[in-house]
T-cell receptor, first 113, second 114 residues
Framework: GESVGLHLPTLSVQEGDNSIINCAYS??????FIWYKQESGKGPQFIID?????DKRQGQRVTVLLNKTVKHLSLQIAATQPGDSAVYFC????????????FGQGTELSVKP | EPEVTQTPSHQVTQMGQEVILRCVPI?????FYWYRQILGQKVEFLVS????????KSEIFDDQFSVERPDGSNFTLKIRSTKLEDSAMYFC????????????FGEGSRLTVL
């Protein structure tokens, strides 16, 4: 079945600390994942993606790690800032099914000043 | 920066009424989507649309729902006879090419069914 889930619904960190948001998936054939950020009252915003031929990908202050053995991926945010406060979703891209995204439940990140 | 625009931002309707939500995708994008998010829950796929036809739809997208691209710019979602459980945020999204990842979402249209 379709299942992409996050481990924790909420995460609170101190400004300047690193944040790690986790996600698990159930389908071993899944091979393309994307992290989205959703601020209050807005649509999801693309952060970073990773395909299964990689186990790590870095962006600006963000890193995504993919562990295919345990079907787990994580989003790491370095030096978390108040502007990072949002809900973060991992999503599986089913590009062979019209490109639809299967979203996880979301983790709400709160950054304390 | 190009963006996906949606109207209305909020619509309140009576149960049983028809609703049309409108979207203007980014101009050179070819694939269009509607997603739904019930308050406090995850974003759920409704339908994908390419080359003037539906390419994929979810079980949520039943006969009460339809999509249309009436001209070269608009992409609409119609709910024929709204139910209370249709109350949600509806997001339109578009992408230039399938499988490239960066799906651009609009700000959403909040639908409240009374």
């Amino acid at each position: 079945g379709e299942s992409v889930g996050l481990h924790l619904p909420t995460l609170s960190v101190q400004e300047g600390d690193n944040s790690i948001i986790n996600c698990a998936y159930s389908n071993s054939a899944s091979d393309y994942f994307i992290w989205y950020k959703q601020e209050s009252g807005k649509g999801p915003q693309f952060i970073i993606d990773i395909r299964s031929n990689m186990d790590k990908r870095q962006g600006q202050r963000v890193t995504v790690l993919l562990n295919k053995t345990v079907k787990h991926l994580s989003l790491q945010i370095a030096a978390t800032q108040p502007g990072d406060s949002a809900v973060y979703f991992c999503a599986e891209n089913r590009y062979n099914q019209g490109g639809k995204l299967i979203f996880g439940q979301g983790t709400e990140l709160s950054v304390k000043p | 920066e190009p963006e996906v625009t949606q109207t209305p931002s909020h619509q309140v309707t009576q149960m049983g009424q028809e609703v049309i939500l409108r979207c203007v995708p980014i101009s050179n994008h070819l694939y269009f989507y509607w997603y739904r998010q019930i308050l406090g829950q995850k974003v759920e796929f409704l339908v994908s649309f390419y080359n003037n036809e539906i390419s994929e739809k979810s079980e949520i997208f039943d006969d009460q729902f339809s999509v249309e691209r009436p001209d070269g710019s608009n992409f609409t979602l119609k709910i024929r006879s709204t139910k209370l459980e249709d109350s949600a945020m509806y997001f339109c999204a578009s992408i230039r090419a399938e499988g490239t990842g960066e799906l651009f979402f609009g700000e959403g249209s909040r639908l409240t069914v009374l």
